[in-house]
């Protein structure tokens, strides 16, 4: 059984940090391109950060360059997401996600993150 399961979100004044973790089971995790995407009320979901299955690339989208770093612990199959200076536009649900092609194979549930005073 699939299991991606975040944890890490909440509330966090502007300018503050938060660390979102994502334990991964039931498929080969060392194998997958793992992502972090996240949808705010009334937009798409949008695609964040992304890291290689060896962890030896990464990218991210323009409105989170230098402030969030995506890593992975292929030994504990974790991904995680360090975020810095985190601003009111970065709020939103935040959810992992398992690729080994293109298109994403797997999601997680999903963890809420709020940035406000």
């Known amino acids: 059984q699939v299991q991606l399961v975040e944890s890490g979100g909440g509330l966090v004044q502007p300018g503050g940090s938060l660390r979102l973790s994502c334990a991964a089971s039931?498929?080969?995790?060392?194998?997958?391109?793992m992502s972090w995407y996240r949808q705010a009320p009334g937009k798409e979901r949008e695609l964040v950060a992304a890291?290689?299955?060896?962890?030896?690339?990464?990218n991210y989208a323009d409105s989170v360059k230098g402030r969030f770093t995506i890593s992975r612990d292929n030994a504990k199959n974790m991904v995680y997401l360090q975020m810095n200076s985190l601003k009111p536009e970065d709020t939103a649900v935040y959810y992992c996600?398992?690729?080994?092609?293109?298109?994403?194979?797997?999601w997680g549930q999903g963890t809420q993150v709020t940035v406000s005073s």
């Open positions: 996600a398992a690729a080994t092609g293109f298109l994403v194979d797997y």
């Open positions: 039931g498929f080969t995790f060392s194998r997958s391109t």
């Open positions: 890291i290689a299955n060896t962890g030896g690339s990464t």
